[in-house]
């Protein structure tokens, strides 16, 4: 059974970068895309990109100038950073396997930005 963990911290102060680790276990994560999802308050999921299997990362286009996913593969991890978050950025933070829909989500993060 393949299970995702989301890790990092839960606050985040604005302009600073917003750093989460999904850990992966279960299953290996090469040869699968790796995703990060989030659902701010009141609003509906936003898939914000992918890490592939071949290395190459995928983002949306709103978050392409602030958003970096990366894979370790030694420690079977993914990583998500976004820089210069604002207030804006509060949200339930995902990790998930696969392009949308993703077929084994992690549990979620709350990020909150506020000083």
């Known amino acids: 059974q393949v299970q995702l963990q989301e890790s990092g911290p839960g606050l985040v102060k604005p302009s600073q970068t917003l750093s989460l680790t999904c850990t992966v276990s279960?299953?290996?994560?090469?040869?699968?895309?790796w995703g990060w999802i989030r659902q701010a308050p009141g609003k509906g999921l936003e898939w914000m990109g992918v890490?592939?299997?071949?290395?190459?990362?995928d983002y949306t286009p709103s978050l392409k100038s602030r958003i970096s996913i990366s894979r370790d593969t030694s420690k079977n991890q993914f990583s998500l950073q976004l820089n210069s978050v604002t207030p804006e950025d509060t949200a339930v933070y995902y990790c998930?396997?696969?392009?949308?829909?993703?077929?084994?989500w992690g549990q979620g993060i709350q990020v909150t930005v506020s000083s």
């Open positions: 998930a396997r696969g392009l949308s829909p993703g077929d084994y």
């Open positions: 279960g299953g290996s994560i090469i040869n699968y895309y």
């Open positions: 890490a592939s299997y071949d290395g190459n990362s």
